[in-house]
């Protein structure tokens, strides 16, 4: 008897998982990537007909030589001029100071033909510097990665519609928006953000969450 409750548990344990893989859902990210490419090229060439002249502006602001950091801003280049964004590379040799980076900060703020500035993360100097000094002093206005203490700040109030976000949780969110209702999405990366809080993008993607929801976060 006791036998078969235990073959009739399997069966049923058995049954579930079935459901449960029966229901997974594999995301595209490259088609989001093109559909996103798309309406951006559409969105520059728009812009460009309304104000003569015009043409936005992107600086990619690196320290050092990091190879994976070469690799991520290339791609980030070529983005960039596929959609018709003039983006520069701003590189700082491996001796650049602390007070050399917020200089050249403090000048691409006051650009008013550069409309967002990413600093590729890690800085990599032989000198010590602060990260977070570094990604503060961008202007929250052309912080392209959301990274300052302000832009965080709005995006946790959920509420704000005015903050950057973070490209991984926003490039997550978008590669889903078509695919997994806003509930399961905000279940999954909940249990992410709870699985490993360390990991910032979870957070952000959790915050990101509250904000498409008007402030409602289901746990």
């Not at 449960?20 to 460009?48: F, I, P, W, Y």
């Not at 003569?52 to 994976?68: A, E, H, I, M, N």
């Not at 976000?165 to 279940?187: E, G, I, L, Q, Y």
Request: hydrophobic residues 35%.
């Amino acid at each position: 008897m006791f036998s078969l409750a235990v073959l009739s548990l399997r069966l049923r344990v058995s049954g579930f998982h079935q459901i449960r893989r029966s229901t997974a859902t594999v995301v595209s990210g490259n088609k989001t990537s093109r559909l996103v490419r798309e309406r951006l090229k559409q969105q520059v060439e728009e812009m460009k007909s309304l104000f003569s002249g015009f043409r936005p502006g992107l600086v990619v602001l690196q320290v050092g030589d990091r190879d994976d950091s070469n690799l991520y801003i290339s791609t980030k280049l070529r983005a960039a001029a596929e959609i018709g964004i003039e983006a520069k590379h701003l590189k700082l040799p491996n001796t650049t100071t602390q007070e050399e980076v917020l200089k050249n900060i403090l000048s691409i703020n006051e650009n008013s033909s550069v409309h967002g500035l990413i600093v590729q993360l890690p800085l990599d100097s032989v000198n010590s510097i602060d990260t977070e000094l570094i990604t503060n002093a961008v202007s929250p206005e052309k912080d392209v990665d959301g990274l300052s203490c302000i832009n965080a700040g709005k995006l946790s109030r959920a509420t704000s519609r005015t903050a950057s976000s973070p490209a991984p949780p926003t490039a997550a969110w978008s590669s889903s928006d078509r695919r997994v209702s806003p509930f399961n999405k905000h279940t999954l990366w909940t249990q992410t953000h709870l699985r490993d809080q360390s990991e910032p993008d979870s957070c952000d993607f959790l915050f990101l969450c509250r904000r498409v929801s008007g402030g409602e976060t289901r746990w």
